[in-house]
C-alpha cells in the first residue's frame, strides 16, 4: 500500500501563512492526482485544492487566491501553501492522493494535520 506523512500545521494568526506538506512512500505505484481536504469540527469534508500529474489546479472558492498547490513527482510529495490565512480556514487538513499499484487504481489519506486561525 501507499503511506503519506503530512506535516507543517499549526497555530498561526489571521494574516499569515503556512504551507503543508504530504509525502507518499512505497513501492510499485504511479500517482494520479494528488490533492488536500479538510474538515471543521461538524462539517464535512471539503476538497479544498486538487493537482493532476500534468499540473492542472482546482480550487475551493473560499481559497482561490490565497492557497497554491504543488508537487514535487520525483519526490511524490504535494504540498499546499495557505497565505492571508483566515479564522474559517481552521480545520484538520487531510492529502489524498490517487494512485495506481499492481494495476488497480485506489487512493489513501494523510493522517492529518491540525491548522488553527486563531488571534
Known amino acids: 500500500q501507499v503511506q503519506l506523512v503530512e506535516s507543517g500545521g499549526g497555530l498561526v494568526q489571521p494574516g499569515g501563512s503556512l504551507r503543508l506538506s504530504c509525502a507518499a512512500s512505497?513501492?510499485?505505484?504511479?500517482?494520479?492526482?494528488m490533492s488536500w481536504y479538510r474538515q471543521a469540527p461538524g462539517k464535512q469534508r471539503e476538497l479544498v485544492a486538487a493537482i493532476a500529474s500534468a499540473g492542472s489546479t482546482n480550487y475551493a472558492d473560499s481559497v482561490k487566491g490565497r492557497f497554491t498547490i504543488s508537487r514535487d513527482n520525483a519526490q511524490n510529495t504535494v504540498y499546499l501553501q495557505m497565505n492571508t490565512l483566515r479564522p474559517e480556514d481552521t480545520a484538520v487538513y487531510y492529502c489524498n492522493v490517487d494512485f495506481i499499484r499492481r494495476r488497480v487504481r485506489s487512493s489513501t489519506w494523510g493522517q492529518g494535520t491540525q491548522v488553527t486561525v486563531s488571534s
Open positions: 512505497g513501492s510499485d505505484f504511479s500517482i494520479n492526482v
